[in-house]
């Protein structure tokens, strides 16, 4: 039986063939150094976007751009604040500026923005903040952003990480919620930084690039942290044959906006506790030990993430699949749950 990968929140669907051809056609010229400004890359996400390409930084991935982030703004003595239960990059990009990282409680299992707020003192000079968050899946709207901007010193740098925009951004549209103005804020000059990357709804993990907007100026000192030859040629290649296909998007966002609530209905009406997703993935509170499950599905083919380095023993997260990949996790799920 083919393994179902359903713990790492990547896309079901595979890359855009569009980015396959592109990284293929890139193969042979393997021999030469990648261009280190990734100017292609960054040309079409400036028109994309409508921002100077100067505003903008090509990583190795977003987890690489986060410690990038950190060296250039943290220094031993300062301190970084996020939530709990949130993304396991931060506190490795804290800890590789040698500064600390609070990690302040959650509130309904989201960003408790005011306690954030509060936590801020003089040595504070970052906050993390992933929009939606990863493992819960809960969103922040724009005016709750705006409302931690205004109560936060401007030297303090807000880290918008919105590796999962797309899906958030359909949700939000047929909920009609603001979920991100954040081109308004960087146009606004505000202390922000805004992250999105290509191994989400591109399908692009394993390839790694990712990247971030935000002054030109904070640009050129991050640029002073970035690893000369970060990102690949191939890299590079397949990020712009990701961006003409739009279509990939679509049925990807599709997929999720279909499959999503069909997993939480089934989660749901079988008791389980489960908190309403934002992502391409479900956190599902199962109120006991959640490991053994964990590994009966694994037996089965079937990968999860369970949440005990979260310090969450007692949850999964699932990622949301194809469809015929969610009907198999949730048979198993809920067949490995009653025993
Ligand atoms: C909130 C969040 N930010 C960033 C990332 C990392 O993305 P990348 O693959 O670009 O390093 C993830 C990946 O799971 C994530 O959940």
Not at 81 to 100: D, G, L
Not at 137 to 152: K, S
Request: aromatic residues 8%.
């Amino acid at each position: 039986m083919k393994l179902n990968h359903l713990d790492s929140n990547e896309n079901p669907f595979g890359p855009s063939a569009l980015a396959v051809a592109a990284m293929q056609k890139v193969l042979a010229e393997g021999n030469r150094y990648p261009d280190n400004d990734s100017d292609d890359l960054r040309d079409k996400l400036a028109q994309i976007h409508q921002l100077e390409p100067e505003q903008i930084i090509i990583s190795n991935g977003l987890t690489d751009l986060l410690s990038v982030i950190a060296r250039t703004c943290l220094s031993p003595g300062q301190n970084a604040i996020t939530s709990e239960r949130s993304f396991v990059a931060y506190p490795t990009a804290a800890a590789s500026a040698r500064a600390q990282l609070i990690q302040v409680p959650t509130l309904q299992n989201g960003y408790d923005l005011q306690a954030i707020a509060k936590t801020v003192n003089r040595d504070t000079r970052v906050i993390f903040l992933a929009n939606p968050n990863n493992p819960t899946g809960t969103l922040v709207t724009a005016e709750e952003t705006d409302w931690l901007l205004n109560h936060i010193p401007e030297s303090v740098l807000l880290v918008i990480d919105e590796a999962y925009y797309e899906f958030a951004q359909d949700f939000a549209s047929k909920k009609k919620v603001s979920y991100s103005h954040s081109f308004e804020l960087v146009r606004e000059r505000r202390n922000v930084i805004v992250l999105r990357t290509f191994s989400k709804v591109h399908g692009l993990a394993g390839v790694r690039v990712g990247y971030g907007y935000c002054s030109t100026g904070l640009v050129a000192r991050l640029n002073v942290q970035r690893s000369i030859y970060a990102v690949s040629r191939v890299a590079q290649a397949a990020a712009v044959g990701a961006l003409q296909d739009g279509g990939h998007i679509q049925r990807t966002v599709e997929n999720n906006s279909a499959e999503a609530p069909r997993i939480e209905k089934a989660l749901s009406s079988a008791g389980y506790k489960i908190v309403p997703t934002w992502a391409n993935f479900i956190f599902c509170d199962l109120e006991k030990d959640a490991r053994p499950i964990r590994e009966k599905l694994k037996t089965e083919q079937i990968r999860v993430r369970a949440l005990d380095a979260w310090g969450i023993p007692t949850a999964l997260r699932f990622t949301v699949g194809t469809p015929e990949q969610n009907t198999q996790l949730l048979d198993a799920f809920l067949d490995a749950a009653r025993t």
